[in-house]
């Protein structure tokens, strides 16, 4: 059974930062692309970041450029998001997922396996 859990959510204030961190079993991931994505209260889910198999390659939303970063451990089987200079737009429920490709990938319905998801809340 593949099993994502996210972990590292919670309620912080703005400016501050915070590393969720996506551990996976079931099987490896280490040719998956993966994702973080997240969906705020009343909005639908959105592309925050993806990464490569390997690491050499990622992309952001516009919305997150300069202050979260996208990594991964293989070894580990465990993917993070670094989130810094956080804004009360950043709250949300954010999920990581394993994509059908091993390269970035844009698109929600690439993604065939999904977290349940952690709670981050950004105070003003």
């Known amino acids: 059974q593949v099993i994502l859990v996210e972990s590292g959510g919670g309620v912080v204030q703005a400016g501050d930062s915070l590393t969720l961190s996506c551990s996976m079993s079931g099987r490896s991931f280490t040719y998956n692309g993966m994702g973080w994505f997240r969906q705020a209260p009343g909005k639908g889910r959105e592309l925050v970041a993806t990464?490569?198999?390997?690491?050499?390659?990622?992309e952001y939303a516009d919305s997150v450029k300069g202050r979260f970063t996208i990594s991964r451990n293989n070894a580990e089987n465990t993917l993070y998001l670094q989130m810094r200079s956080l804004e009360p737009e950043d709250t949300a429920v954010y999920y990581c997922?394993?994509?059908?490709?091993?390269?970035?990938?844009?698109?929600?319905?690439?993604?065939?396996?999904w977290g349940q998801g952690t709670q981050v809340t950004v105070s003003s």
């Open positions: 990464i490569s198999w390997n690491g050499d390659r990622s």
């Open positions: 997922a394993a994509s059908q490709y091993s390269s970035i990938t844009m698109y929600e319905y690439q993604y065939t396996s």
